[in-house]
T-cell receptor, first 109, second 117 residues
Framework: GQNIDQPTEMTATEGAIVQINCTYQ??????LFWYQQHAGEAPTFLSY??LDGLEEKGRFSSFLSRSKGYSYLLLKELQMKDSASYLC??????????WGAGTKLIIKP | ETGVTQTPRHLVMGMTNKKSLKCEQH?????MYWYKQSAKKPLELMFV???????ENNSVPSRFSPECPNSSHLFLHLHTLQPEDSALYLC????????????????FGPGTRLTVL
């Protein structure tokens, strides 16, 4: 079967760095998305990786290793507004998006 | 208005009621999606429409009935629901379904929080 694993919840301190991991087992791979979802709001796009390596976008970076079926989202200089759920999703060989359950990130002052 | 809008934002209904959820996208996209989001569970894809034709139905119970009258509007008709259908229902759109593989993301609406009593 197809599976995406993420930690359920993480806690970090304002100003610090946090890494949210995502491992996947899917039938084929055509890319991986990270979305951010604040409570009661729509998920919004953060990043897309299809090749191995690190993609940096301001305070957020996303890493992919296709051979390991692994990705992480790195958030630097954490701000209180970064408290949200972070969703990992993989596109399989049928162009279907397979979603993880999301990681709830709690930022403490 | 821009982006993807959904109405109503909140809905409480009894198991014998009939209601409809509405989604509208102002992005000129050709693909639209219905998702169910339950607490601590992955997003569940319910229906996909591409150019107003349903291309995917992930074995959703018949008490959920989608309708896509044009590329900008998507409805989800609900009847005789069960309490376990209580969840957040998200609508999304993308330029083309196949372009997801090129990194073209989906744009989501804010969702309808549905409670079935």
């Amino acid at each position: 079967g197809q599976n995406i694993d993420q930690p359920t919840e993480m806690t970090a301190t304002e100003g610090a760095i946090v890494q949210i991991n995502c491992t996947y087992q899917t039938s084929g791979f055509n890319g991986l998305f990270w979305y951010q979802q604040h409570a009661g709001e729509a998920p919004t796009f953060l990043s897309y990786n299809v090749l191995d390596g690190l993609e940096e976008k301001g305070r957020f970076s996303s890493f992919l290793s296709r051979s390991k079926g692994y990705s992480y989202l790195l958030l630097k200089e954490l701000q209180m507004k970064d408290s949200a759920s972070y969703l990992c999703a993989v596109i399989d060989s049928n162009y279907q998006l397979i979603w993880g359950a999301g990681t709830k990130l709690i930022i403490k002052p | 208005e821009t982006g993807v809008t959904q109405t109503p934002r909140h809905l409480v209904m009894g198991m014998t009621n009939k209601k409809s959820l509405k989604c509208e996208q102002h992005l000129g996209h050709n693909a639209m999606y219905w998702y169910k989001q339950s607490a601590k569970k992955p997003l569940e894809l319910m229906f996909v429409y591409s150019l107003e034709e349903r291309v995917e139905n992930n074995s959703v119970p018949s008490r959920f009935s989608p309708e896509c009258p044009n590329s900008s509007h998507l409805f989800l008709h609900l009847h005789t629901l069960q309490p376990e259908d209580s969840a957040l229902y998200l609508c999304a759109s993308s330029q083309e379904r196949s372009e997801l593989a090129g990194g073209r993301e989906q744009f989501f609406g804010p969702g309808t929080r549905l409670t079935v009593l």
